[in-house]
């Protein structure tokens, strides 16, 4: 998987190292950067490209930037979706759909058995079904609320990788937030889990040689390393 731009000499490459760090020295560059992707994301039309297997992914499904990693919601629409969606797929499993369908059944003859005991004409127009049991009990990802803050990104984007299908997150300035160590933990576990992530800053922090690292320098000129 690449991220290319026409400012890029060469596109950022997922598939050599999922963890990249670029660097971006000039602050009104950065902040074009920023711009352009958050809009790209938000549907407007845009320079960057996200390439899988040759073929072009969506923006607006595929790739997350991460701005105030403390902020940070699990519970947004396309993971929500995906998690009622394997629920379902599970209760209607050979395993469980005995159970799933003794459930709805008692759920519409309680229904109907308080319906029967009204005095007006009432009727049922939906059969009970699992998403609108979901849904009406609240079911959603629990936040880690005792980890700190690398303990609740790793599980963001475990998540996230695994149910709405994101293929990149970029961080803005996450080391702001993180001691080295943490963004080291980080970065191994998203190497170990084969999550790409794309750490932008604009500074040049002190990186392991082992994370390949794009440099805008000053003078928009691109250094690799």
């Known amino acids: ?5 026409y400012f890029f000499d060469s596109p950022i490459d997922f598939d050599t190292d999922c963890v990249q760090n670029l660097i971006i020295e000039d602050q009104k560059t950065l902040s074009e950067f920023i711009f352009e992707m958050i809009s790209q994301i938000e549907g407007e ?6 390439i899988e297997n040759a073929s072009e992914l969506d923006l607006t499904k595929r790739l997350q930037i991460l701005l105030d990693p403390f902020r940070i919601d699990l519970n ?3 993971n929500i979706s995906a998690l009622y969606s394997e629920l379902s797929r599970e209760a ?6 005995v159970e799933t369908t003794r459930l709805l059944n008692s759920i519409c ?3 109907s058995n308080l319906i029967s005991e ?3 004409s009432v009727s049922i127009s939906k059969e009970a079904n699992i998403l609108d049991i979901l849904k009406m009990l609240g079911v959603g990802f629990e936040k880690d609320e005792e980890g700190g803050i690398l303990t ?9 990788s695994k149910y709405a299908d994101i293929k990149v997150f970029v961080f803005i300035n996450l ?7 943490e963004i080291n933990m980080f970065c191994e576990f998203a190497l170990y889990n084969k999550i790409p992530i794309l750490l932008v800053e604009n500074i040049n922090p002190n990186i392991p040689s082992k994370y390949p690292t794009k440099i805008i320098d000053s003078d928009l000129c691109e250094i690799n390393h």
């Open 175 to 181: 080391r702001r937030f993180m001691s080295e160590k």
């Open 92 to 97: 209607h499993d050979e395993k469980n759909l």
């Open 76 to 78: 947004f629409r396309a």
């Open 152 to 160: 609740r990104l790793s599980q963001y984007i475990s998540t996230c």
């Open 118 to 120: 009204q005095d007006v």
């Open 45 to 50: 039309t845009g320079n960057f490209v996200l």
């Open 1 to 5: 998987m690449r991220l290319g731009h």
């Open 109 to 111: 003859q309680h229904i």
